[in-house]
């Protein structure tokens, strides 16, 4: 195995073990509780759970997908976020071209893989995620790409279009708009993606929220005024534009006359 392919199999295995700790984040951050003690427990029966269960293979496998203390079954959306993280790491190792930026789009990744399900849960972005995910973002840039002026630009870009759209929207239907959270999630974004990727960013996130409206108003599960979670749309393709954003863009240009 050469020098890539062990950089791809330890960035899987990291996602694997990272995404774990993840469901923690992803569970207590909403709710104000230390994400550090105490250790993972089951959701169920409150058992602590083994260093060794955390892996995935041996949790979901080997034990079939249920409590080593009390056999009732784990919650399905737990491997989906361990195996989510370590897929997406896998895929910042297969097709980074810049070293120096695995570690702070690695940060980038886990962070909107965070964010998509905190949103989708509590309707809510936590800002100690998105705040200094914007100033690590605007860090990087000023040794690495895209470079401080399209990440300062981006960032401030991000945030101030969906401001914008909110505020219009509100102004319009008298239902609030865009929240605050949404808005510093932006220019997180802006700050690693630039001014193009976070552009391309809120495009990809509004096409996948119209179309999931659309789905919902036909089962008659909502309206034109259903409020859906933004940041759940914002933060995959987000995911997209940094691991694809290059190939993507090749293909928008090979349309154009």
């Given at each position: 195995?050469?020098?890539?392919?062990?950089?791809?199999?330890?960035?899987?295995?990291?996602?694997?073990?990272?995404?774990?700790?993840?469901n923690v984040v992803i569970l207590?951050?909403?709710?104000?509780?230390s994400i550090v003690s105490p250790?993972?427990?089951?959701?169920?029966?409150?058992?602590?759970?083994?260093?060794?269960?955390?892996?995935?293979?041996?949790s979901f496998v080997l034990l079939r997908g249920r409590c080593r203390d009390c056999g009732k079954r784990i919650p399905w959306r737990y491997p989906v976020v361990e195996?989510?993280?370590?897929?997406?790491?896998?895929?910042?190792?297969?097709?980074?071209?810049h070293p120096a930026l695995l570690l702070p789009h690695a940060a980038f990744l886990l962070a909107l893989l965070v964010v998509a399900w905190v949103d989708l849960d509590t309707r809510t972005?936590?800002?100690?995620?998105?705040?200094?995910?914007?100033?690590?973002?605007?860090?990087?840039?000023?040794?690495?790409?895209?470079?401080?002026?399209?990440?300062?630009?981006?960032?401030?870009?991000?945030?101030?279009?969906?401001?914008?759209?909110?505020?219009?929207?509100e102004r319009a239907t008298g239902v609030p708009g865009m929240g605050g959270g949404d808005v510093k999630l932006a220019a997180?974004?802006?700050?690693?993606?630039?001014v193009w990727g976070v552009f391309g960013t809120i495009f990809l996130a509004s096409l996948a929220g119209s179309i999931f409206g659309a789905f919902l108003i036909a089962r008659g599960q909502g309206s034109r005024r259903t409020a859906i979670p933004f940041g759940t749309f914002l933060a995959p393709a987000a995911m997209v534009l940094l691991l694809f954003g290059e190939p993507l863009a090749r293909l928008y240009r090979s349309f154009l006359p």
């Open positions: 195995m050469d020098h890539r392919g062990i950089l791809e199999v330890s960035a899987l295995l990291a996602g694997l073990l990272l995404g774990s700790f993840l207590r951050l909403p709710r104000g509780e250790p993972s427990r089951c959701p169920r029966c409150k058992a602590r759970i083994r260093p060794w269960d955390n892996i995935p293979v041996l195996l989510t993280a370590g897929v997406l790491l896998w895929l910042l190792a297969h097709r980074a071209t972005i936590p800002d100690i995620i998105t705040i200094p995910g914007a100033g690590m973002g605007l860090a990087v840039s000023l040794f690495l790409p895209p470079g401080p002026v399209p990440a300062f630009l981006g960032a401030a870009v991000g945030g101030a279009s969906l401001w914008l759209v909110g505020a219009a929207y997180m974004m802006g700050a690693f993606l630039g």
